[in-house]
Each structure stands twice: as structure tokens, then as C-alpha cells.
């Protein structure tokens, strides 16, 4: 009976992601204006551009920002395909039921970047990202730097959430 509480939750999981995702878009798309041809035609002009060395073409956060992109991009397809072989009639339980764990394991590993990156925002870092697995967590953090403290207290934090021992903690300042 865990099996089938499991299997819900994991769907109703990934119903909730889809939903916030799909309502995300919806706002996004919202927020989209249609140009007539002839606005486009139009040049554009220097004096609209600003000052173009206040551009941050450099920032380091847009990495973090790129990062998370992608990997929402890549978890989706991940968990499509393993949504694909969930519902199909063809595939054997034992196939199915390794699926079901995959979505499991990629829901876990969601929550787990979520809570180490948003506590590590909490510490006072403007971004962090989660790399784990397989018994070792790496955490990138946005910092200008770093003193012995500041590693120790990150360490202890993102082993906690991770459930693995401190020493298998990696931290790499991005700047």
C-alpha cells in the first residue's frame, strides 16, 4: 500500500509543478506585446540605448539565473519521459515501478536545491545552487568572499538539509 502512497504523492507532486509552471508561463506570455510590422521596421536610435557602460553585460548573478533555467528546462523533459514509460500500457511493472522511483529521487532532488538554496540566501549570500549526489553536495554561492567561518556555516547547513556528513561538503565561491 506505501507503493501506491508513494506513486500519489510523486503525481501529485508533479501535477503541483506542472500547475505553477504552466501558471508561470501564462503570466509570462501575458506580459508579451504585439509589435506591428512597422514598429519593427523602425531603427533604433542611439539615445534609446542609454549609457552602455551601466550595462551589466558581466553580471556573475545571471549565471545562477541561467543555470536554474536550464536545469527546469531539462528536469521537465526528464520527467516527461519518465511520466511517458509511467502510462504506457506496454511497459512492465518492474520498468514502471523504476520510473516511478526516478520521479521520486527527481522530486526529492528538487526540494532538497530549493530548501539548501533558499537557506543560504536566508545566511545573507545573494544566490547559491545545489549540485548533489550520490553522497556529496556541492553548493556554489555568490560571494565576494569567503572566511573559514563563513564555509564552516555553510558546510553544517547544507549537510544538515542533505543528510551527509559535513566533510562531504563542497563550497566554491563564484564571483
Known sequence: ????????????????????????INKEMSRIEIVPDEELLR????????????????????????YRLERERVRAQELEMLNEVINNQKVGENQRHQAEEQVLGLIDLMEKE???????????YSDALLFSGKGIATVMLYAESLSEGDFMRISDTVAAACGIAREEVQ?????
Open 1 to 24: 500500500m506505501s507503493g501506491k502512497k508513494a506513486w500519489v504523492i510523486g503525481i501529485i507532486l508533479v501535477g503541483l509543478i506542472t500547475y505553477f509552471f504552466v501558471s508561470g
Open 43 to 66: 531603427p533604433m536610435l542611439a539615445e534609446d540605448l542609454g549609457d552602455l557602460s551601466e550595462w551589466k553585460l558581466d553580471d556573475p548573478l545571471t549565471f545562477f539565473v541561467d
Open 171 to 175: 563550497v566554491i565561491q563564484h564571483k
Open 114 to 124: 530549493l530548501i539548501v538554496e533558499n537557506m543560504i540566501k536566508a545566511l545573507g
